[in-house]
């Protein structure tokens, strides 16, 4: 049994000593990661509204179990926004609804998942293309990337794109067209942009879209013009942009990241 203090003087003593440890020591903490996520592009309801929060929770084993079994870096993504996505505003939303999110909200929401299940910060090897330097870089998944919001969340995913062939009217690309573009994981480039063009495209010169048909008779400069517009207009995080310093000579090191790399596919 441990002795008790009782003589006033060695209480003293002790009463002091807790108290100057307790000045020279800083006590900090972090708060929880947040279960709320803000939309870059805003989630459109049938009836006109614009929601532009979600909600998301963090995985568990049967989750990890699911997307183990999904077959490709794709699937297994799909499956960690289905499982971790709770709701957007308070609705829940089904499969179906889902193939209406802006790929920069679905970016969005993942990189939220991933926040609440692993923390905000992932370390990856590289090598500085300078002074071939390898070393450790960490990401902050808050501080790192920035994210594009669109300033009308109606007016502006829908663009214009002048081209050879005239006036072609684009929205930009949804979890829907995203699936399309990802069934085929041996698609060529020129076969995942066409089905890009394909889900994108409203119509030319007024004209409707008539798909494929539509995103195949274009021209190769009109095509590459239409996919650089949808880059450069569309919202979500900019994982391809990150960049760090390198430690040793201070250059930039680029990091374009990916979602697979951040959840380890």
Known sequence: MTDLINDPQELSKLSEAFQKVSEDTEITTEAPLSNTVELPGGYVF????????????????????????????????????????????????????????????????????RKVTFGKTVEFDTVCNYCIRTQIVTVDLDTDIETKVLEDRIKDRVL??????GEVKIVLPNLLTNKRISDDPNATYSEVLTELLSGCIVSVNDAPSLG??????????????????????????????????????????????????LFRL
Do not use: H, M, Q
């Open 160 to 165: 214009i794109v002048d081209t050879k062939a």
């Open 46 to 113: 049938s009836n006109g509204i614009v929601e532009t929060t979600a909600t998301v929770r963090e995985l568990n084993g049967f989750d990890e179990e699911a997307i183990a079994k999904a077959g490709s870096p794709a699937g297994a993504l799909n499956i960690v926004l289905e499982r971790g996505l709770v709701s957007i505003g308070d609705k829940t939303l089904s499969k179906t609804d889902l193939d209406s999110l802006l790929i920069g909200d679905r970016d969005a929401i993942l990189l939220a998942i």
């Open 212 to 261: 494929r048909s539509t995103a195949l008779n274009l021209v190769l400069v009109d095509r590459e013009a239409i996919a650089d517009a949808l880059y450069e207009n569309a919202s979500g995080p900019r994982l391809a942009e990150v960049s760090k310093a390198c430690e040793a000579c201070g250059k930039g090191i680029s990091l374009p990241l990916s979602l697979a790399s």
